[in-house]
């Protein structure tokens, strides 16, 4: 592992790139279903019509905090 941290910058990334596509190109969880896929895509329909792109993290969170 130490031998990695050593590389230089570039070659980091294209390893990293390497790694994540390799765990990418396995599938992880249950397959998705047609129905789930068309669900999922009209939800995103939905959202984007929608125009409202809801709370960035900062505003969740400091509503949390006042909730408290």
Known sequence: MNDLLTLPLAQRLELVQSLWDSIDSEQIGPELTEADRQLIDQRLESFL??????LDADEVLNALEQSL
């Not at 019509?49 to 809801?54: I, R, Y």
Request: hydrophobic share 15%; proline share 17%.
């Open 49 to 54: 019509a929608d125009g409202n792109p809801g």
